[in-house]
């Protein structure tokens, strides 16, 4: 029997607003100096140091894609899979800013109809970013480099970043203090897969 992938789209739809991005530390723009005095005059010791940071990009994109875990083909609103097929949800930060994001943490509340598959948490920021936006041929190839990467335990635990509990996946320390801090470097994505059941 086959079920319209739409159908599980909508639950996607929800997924996607289920999911949440914190920022922990975020660097911005500003002057940084260091000033001091010499006995009490500040006027003696001029400012040292003053440099001020800049970016240069529009900032993070945050998006949630599906694949089929079997071929990896990207998934459509127009597309069919039957009860019971195993889909990949990619959570991906295109950050196309100059500067690294430190301290990063991506939740996503998964809808009761699907099922999570133990074990299969990824997380991979090795691919550049996209630009504005990320077409499907680079939506491809960020998959393809986080499917690549190491599945990190679900356990909340020192030496992973991501961990899943009560229908949640969660990355990075802001939620979850156990998981160990997640960064995305500049003009890099960082992305998170894992597998799910559609009902």
């Known amino acids: 029997m086959k079920r319209q992938f739409g159908k599980t789209l909508q639950h996607i739809a929800a997924l996607t607003l289920g999911v949440f991005l914190t920022l922990g530390h975020v660097a911005q723009a500003a002057p940084n100096q260091g000033t001091g005095d010499v006995a009490g005059v500040g006027a003696d010791l001029t400012d040292s140091n003053v440099f001020n940071l800049s970016s240069t990009g529009s900032g993070l994109v945050l998006v949630k894609t599906a694949f089929l875990t079997s071929g990896g083909a ?14 990949d949800f990619m959570i991906y930060i295109n950050n196309e800013s100059s500067v690294a994001i430190i301290d990063v943490s991506i939740q996503d509340v998964l809808d009761a109809a699907f099922t999570y598959q133990a074990g299969t948490i990824k997380i991979d920021n090795s691919v550049a970013d996209c630009g504005v936006s990320c077409d ?13 990467t190491g599945v990190l335990s679900d356990a909340a635990a020192a030496g992973d ?28 994505v960082l992305a998170l897969v894992f597998t799910v059941v559609v009902p």
Request: aromatic share 4%.
């Open 74 to 87: 990207q998934l459509t609103s127009s597309d069919t899979v039957p009860a019971g097929t195993s889909v």
């Open 136 to 148: 499907t041929t680079e939506e491809a190839a960020i998959y393809a480099a986080a499917i690549a």
């Open 161 to 188: 970043a991501a961990s899943f509990a009560a229908l949640t996946v969660d990355a990075g320390n802001s939620v979850v203090g156990a998981n160990d801090r997640l960064d995305v470097a500049a003009n890099t």
